[in-house]
DNA sequence: TAATCCATTACCCGATTGTCTAATTTATTG
DNA sequence: CAATAAATTAGACAATCGGGTAATGGATTA
């Protein structure tokens, strides 16, 4: 067993958890609580009495879960957020949809940890999350990278990538491009564009030479993963 | 001083460090390198080189500076994205500019950290980016997640669309996603799985219609940009 | 035990896809 | 002016796709 070494500051970090299952909560009680350097002050199984616990304790870190009876976890956040305390907050769920994740960290979760995390884990997010630090968990970081707006790389980036070794696309490519990513069928894209499928096709045909792959799935995906789109 | 007790992977992890001052290099070399889980593999002092090394290496986790002589430490990391490993790249700078923070993280980074990071927390960063965590250093968390878009926090209902929309997919129904997501056909998908393309043709259909999707088309850009891959 | 879910296979059928060749028009550039 | 590139249209063809229905065996669950 390797241990972690980072310093951690010698005060404690008071937590509040607002999770409505009670067998969670006691938990998670009990997980942070076996660290020294943590201590849960609070606990609540709803958003209202959350909210009140939080004016009250002001606590370093909040757990919140998003899946709350009446008042969801999201809009707690939104009220804490308005509270102007220094508070970090932790969402903490058990699902990845896409919606939900951006929706929690754009409304000022700091993290974003699904329940099925290592209790001791659990501590060393808390810790991070206490000093700053903003930490996404695994199964979601990936889709919370994507949602981040790309950068237009011309002009931050030298012009080798770009113009060497990759066709460009035309702009009406693009446009094509645009709503092969979005799933819709030659026929259909033609109808958009107002040309004939047989445009379309032409279109497509070209866009998948110009990206070096085989069908439109790859385009699509390759499109995805670059930022094309 | 309190000791970190999350549990790591028995295996070490595999580092490989790209930055253009040696004074640094060894500073991140020996910081890591005191660490048994944690090994330095290699070590490049431009993006060219460091492009090379990690072809070569396919290391866990690459520290990436980014302002790098020559090619940049972000079109490096683009091109290094283009080389299909699940690498996880940490940006380590010094500057905190917005532009650079999302640049960097849009452009295949899983954490950012500026460079008067504690050494010992470079170690537990390495490690939790190496599973996937996306970190970010306190001074650039705000900035990250303000660039997250906003969403529309009326009408969002965790209630709803999470325990009756959604239904999982199976084991074997992710396997033929993956395949799905890299453009293979439904007889290529049945080749790799070992069964008949009518299996694979089924397994197609239950996940268009779980996923709530026209066309696999669509299934694989939701599968991208949701990280279900 | 009965019920349910999953994986598997099969057949049919209409729609769609990707590639090919070939032609016309418009713009831009040398 | 000539040449080049882009956008447009067309017909034809083999291959693939997606939907529908249906059957079987295995595993899990109620």
């Known amino acids: 067993m390797i241990q972690k070494t980072s310093e951690t500051k010698t005060k404690t970090i008071s937590v509040i958890i607002v999770e409505d299952f009670k067998l969670t909560r006691v938990g998670l009680r009990c997980a942070l609580n076996a660290n020294e350097d943590i201590n849960v002050v609070a606990e609540a199984e709803d958003a209202v009495e959350g909210l009140k616990l939080i004016e009250k304790h002001k606590p370093d870190v909040i757990l919140m879960d998003l899946g709350l009876p009446g008042m969801n976890g999201i809009e707690a956040m939104v009220k804490c957020k308005e509270m102007m305390f220094d508070s970090k907050i932790i969402a903490l769920t058990s699902h990845d949809r896409s919606e939900e994740v951006i929706a929690a960290l754009s409304s000022g979760a700091s993290a974003y940890c699904l329940k099925d995390i290592d209790p001791n884990k659990l501590a060393d997010v808390v810790r991070d999350v206490s000093t700053g630090v903003c930490w996404i968990d695994p199964m979601v970081a990936q889709m919370t990278l994507n949602a981040l707006p790309k950068i237009d790389n011309i002009g931050f980036l030298p012009n080798k990538s770009n ?62 993963k670059e930022g094309m789109v």
């Open 163 to 224: 113009t060497e070794g990759r066709v460009p696309l035309t702009e009406r490519e693009f446009e094509v491009l645009k709503h092969l990513v979005s799933g819709k069928s030659n026929t259909e894209i033609a109808k958009e564009l107002i040309v004939s499928v047989h445009t379309a096709k032409a279109h497509v045909c070209s866009i998948l030479q110009k990206m070096c792959v085989n069908d439109r799935v790859q385009a699509a995906v390759k499109a995805v």
